[in-house]
C-alpha cells in the first residue's frame, strides 16, 4: 500500500446552503471509485475538518458516476454571507479535502 | 443530435475566462455554460444596490466575458447558457443585443428568463427557515435577499424557440446543462 493525496485519484465539486457544505469527491477513473469508496470515510472527513464542524457529516454514494457527495453541517459558523474566515468556501475547503492522503495498492 | 458537447465555461462569478476561450477554440462544442452565481454573489449584489440604485442587477463581467466569446461562438453555431441574469436578466440580454449590435453580429437571438414573481414582504408569510424551523417573518428585518430557484423548463423553453444566448435568473446549478440535453435529446420531465 502507498498513500497519494486524494487529488491524483478524484476532483471535486462544491456548493454551500446556510451553515452546511457539500463536497462531492468525483473518481476521475470510474475504475478508482472503490478506493474512494473504501478510504475517504465520514470519520477521516470528519477528521479533516474537526476544527470548524459544530454538526455531523454525512455521506452519500453515487457509485454510476463514481461520486461520493458529503454534507459538512454546521461547517461555515452560521452561513458563508457572515463567515469571517479567509478559506470560507466550499471551493477552498474541497482543496483541503484533496489533499487528504489516501492508501492505494502498489 | 444523439450526442451533445457541453463546456463549463465558468465554475463561479469571479472565475477567469481562458479556460472558455480554450473551451470554444478547441472543445468541439454544441454549447458553452456559465455558472457565475452564489449566496454570496446575490446577497452581495442585494447590498450594493440598496446602496446605490444604479448597480446592474447582473453579472458585472457578463460584457468582458461574452465580448471576448461571442462572436466565436456564433461562427461555431455554439450556444450559450448561462446564469448571468442574477436579479435582472433582462437588463443583461438588453446589453447582450447592444453588444451583439456594436460587434456587427446580425440575427442573434438572445432570450431572457425572467425570475418569478416573488412576494418582497414576507411578514405576513408562514414560511420557515429549513435549518432552524423558526418563522421567517420573525427575521424579515434582516433578510438581505430573497430568490426563487428555478429549474431547467424554462431554458428549454428559450432553446426550442431558437435562442442563440439564454440569460436566466438563479437556476438550479445542473440546470445550465440539463436545458440543453433535455432540448437536444428530447427527454421526457418525467423521464
Request: aromatic share 8%.
Given at each position: 500500500?502507498?498513500?497519494?493525496?486524494?487529488?491524483?485519484?478524484?476532483?471535486?465539486?462544491?456548493?454551500?446552503?446556510?451553515?452546511?457544505?457539500?463536497?462531492?469527491?468525483?473518481?476521475?477513473?470510474?475504475?478508482?471509485?472503490?478506493?474512494?469508496?473504501?478510504?475517504?470515510?465520514?470519520?477521516?472527513?470528519?477528521?479533516?475538518?474537526?476544527?470548524?464542524?459544530?454538526?455531523?457529516?454525512?455521506?452519500?454514494?453515487?457509485?454510476?458516476?463514481?461520486a461520493l457527495n458529503f454534507a459538512l453541517n454546521g461547517a461555515l459558523d452560521g452561513g458563508r454571507t457572515r463567515n469571517l474566515a479567509f478559506d470560507e468556501s466550499g471551493k477552498a475547503l474541497s482543496s483541503r479535502l484533496l489533499a487528504m492522503p489516501v492508501a492505494v495498492d502498489g | 443530435l444523439t450526442r451533445v458537447r457541453i463546456g463549463c465555461a465558468t465554475a463561479w462569478s469571479g472565475d477567469r475566462l481562458d479556460p472558455a476561450t480554450t473551451l470554444v477554440e478547441r472543445g468541439r462544442l454544441d454549447y458553452l455554460f456559465f455558472d457565475s452565481m452564489s449566496e454570496t454573489t446575490m446577497s452581495g449584489t442585494q447590498i450594493r444596490r440598496a446602496e446605490d440604485p444604479t448597480v446592474p442587477g447582473f453579472d458585472p463581467l457578463l460584457e468582458y466575458r461574452l465580448r471576448h466569446l461571442l462572436g466565436e461562438c456564433r461562427a461555431r453555431r455554439l450556444k450559450i447558457v448561462t446564469n448571468q441574469g442574477w436579479l435582472d436578466p433582462e437588463a443583461a440580454a438588453r446589453q447582450v443585443i447592444e453588444m451583439a449590435r456594436e460587434d456587427g453580429l446580425h440575427g442573434l437571438k438572445v432570450a431572457a428568463v425572467l425570475p418569478p414573481a416573488l412576494a418582497t414582504d414576507l411578514g405576513d408569510s408562514d414560511l420557515t427557515f429549513t435549518e432552524t424551523g423558526t418563522p421567517i417573518a420573525d427575521e424579515i428585518a434582516s433578510v438581505v435577499s430573497l430568490e426563487v430557484y428555478l429549474g431547467a423548463r424554462e431554458i428549454v423553453e428559450a432553446l426550442r424557440g431558437g435562442a442563440d444566448v439564454v440569460i436566466t435568473p438563479r437556476v438550479t446549478d445542473a440546470s445550465l446543462t440539463l436545458g440543453p440535453l433535455v432540448h437536444e435529446l428530447g427527454w421526457a420531465w418525467d423521464d
Open positions: 500500500m502507498t498513500e497519494v493525496p486524494l487529488r491524483q485519484l478524484a476532483y471535486a465539486r462544491s456548493g454551500e446552503k446556510g451553515d452546511c457544505v457539500y463536497l462531492a469527491v468525483i473518481a476521475r477513473e470510474q475504475s478508482d471509485y472503490a478506493v474512494l469508496e473504501r478510504t475517504v470515510t465520514v470519520d477521516r472527513v470528519a477528521e479533516v475538518f474537526r476544527p470548524i464542524l459544530t454538526g455531523p457529516v454525512e455521506r452519500f454514494e453515487l457509485p454510476r458516476i463514481g | -
